[in-house]
Structures are given as structure tokens and as C-alpha cells.
């Protein structure tokens, strides 16, 4: 199909999975589920476990209508060693993103979002809901002057410490090697700015695919955010502010998803490595790293 017929197929599919509703609590955020099988409500409560509030009566920053979809829809099947794909365009004005399971645009008036999935997907529907939240969450959090990482966070002293990187680099390592400080999610983070500091909420997306335990708060202030590096010895290296720049944007999740936001999403980045803590972090596998951020 024409990519400049996507966002009109999706538009046709009015067919939801089911009847039920949930909301998850991201932040200040709140993303409601609407048209949801059982199945498929009782695993994602399963997954983001304290993060799913009732739907009743929230005040909902998107509202995500789910309906059954169709092949046409969906990126080409995955190649062997393959990374995941979230692909957006922009028609007529109108967002649309789609991966190999779903595709997502807003209907008419922008309030709701139209999300089709697939019927008999070879990946656990749940998982593909949770790639669809993370996208939803990153768009949110650029709307509002911030962006999304792969990254980890750690509460410490009611500050929120941030470690960015892509795949392997060891953010969960980094989150278990903080222990006992609570885990604010090991796999995806997002700032904001908030008056004179940035801000991170906790999140349930974990490389564990279970919901770490909520801490109390919405949003934390933020520490600093450190690019992880495996190395025999623990060393803090700062970058210069250009350098800077690109080393994070690098570890930006979703700009090419986003072709609306993605100017914007830069000029956050930028705006954050101005102002605030960002330096590539060389650790190894001994919380000794800490020493260095205190």
C-alpha cells in the first residue's frame, strides 16, 4: 500500500478488540486503553502492575482507541538481527507511526488516538502494546520541551540519576549495582524541563518486563544524565557541549519516528546539555562508580 494511503486505511478500521479500559500513570501523564480484549488488559495490569490507575473519570494527555487491524498496515516482517522499527511519516499534517504490528494516528480533532494491531502476531501482544506507550510517552514528553533515552534511573536522595546508552551498555547493570536505591525503570526515561531543573518520572518499562516498585512522587528532579561506557576502572569524562549534544542525541529514543518533532527534540537535547549534568560515565561491573557522581 502506498504510503500516502496509510493514514486513510487506518481511519476505515473501526472494529475494537474488546470492551475494556485502563489508564497507566506516566509522570504527570496519564494514557488510557480504550477497546481492549480481557487477555490483553489483565497482562498489560499484570506488567505495569502499581503504574495502571482506574480509566474512570482521569484526565487522560491521550486516549488511545483500539481497534483490529490489517497486513497492509504493518512494516515488512523482520530480518534476522533486525533491531526493532518504529517508522513515522507526516500526512496532510497528520502524524502516523507503524512497526510490524500496529499502526497509530490521531482521528480528526487530534483527542483520540486511532491504534490498529495486529490479530495473530508473532510477538506477544502485550510487548508490542508496551513499544506503543514508550512512542506515545516520547511524543508527550517532546511536546513539552523535553525527549526520551534508552536509559535507567535511579532515586538517590530524592534526586533521579540518570544513565544513557544504547543496548548493552549496561544501564540495568548500573541500576542492580545501585542497590537498595529504588529503580525508577532500567530500559526508557524521559525529561521535562520544570522551572529551574529537569525532571524524570518513574516508569514500568524494564528490561525485566516487569514493573519495578512505584516510588511516591510524580516527577523527580534531575541529578545529571551519564553515558555508560564498560571499562576495567571507573572514570568521569565531561565532553564538550557540542560533543555533548550528538553523544545524547545518539541516545534519543524515536527522533526518526517523530519527523514532526524531531527539529524540536534537538533543540531540547541542547537546551539540557547547556544547562545541566551530562558527562560519559566509564564503569565497571562495582558500584565504585558512584564515588564519582557524588
Known sequence: MPETGLLHALRTLDRPRGSRSIALALGR???????????????????????????DGVAAARVLRVVRGADPLWLPHWRLFERYRIEGTVEDGTPFARSYHFALAPDPGGGTWRLALADEPDERVERIVENVARFVLARLAAEEGGF???????????????????????????????????????DFAVLVPGGPSWLTPALPFDSSEEAPPKPRGDLHPVAGIWRLYQAAEAKLETVAPTIAAASLMGCAAFP???????????????????????????????????????
Open 148 to 186: 526520551a533515552l534508552h536509559g535507567a534511573g535511579v532515586l538517590r536522595d530524592g534526586r533521579a540519576y540518570v544513565f544513557a546508552g544504547p543496548s548493552r551498555s549496561g544501564k540495568s547493570t548500573a541500576v542492580a549495582l545501585s542497590a537498595p536505591w529504588p529503580s525508577l525503570g532500567d
Open 256 to 294: 526518526w519516528a517523530m519527523p514532526d518533532l524531531s527539529e524540536s527534540i534537538l533543540e531540547h537535547v541542547r537546551r539540557y546539555v547547556d544547562g545541566a549534568v551530562f558527562a560519559h560515565l566509564h564503569f565497571r561491573k562495582a558500584p565504585d562508580f558512584w564515588d564519582l557522581l557524588e
Open 29 to 55: 501523564w496519564h494514557v488510557v486503553l480504550d477497546g481492549l480484549d480481557d487477555a490483553l488488559a489483565n497482562a498489560l495490569s499484570r506488567r505495569w502492575n502499581g503504574f495502571i490507575v482506574p480509566a
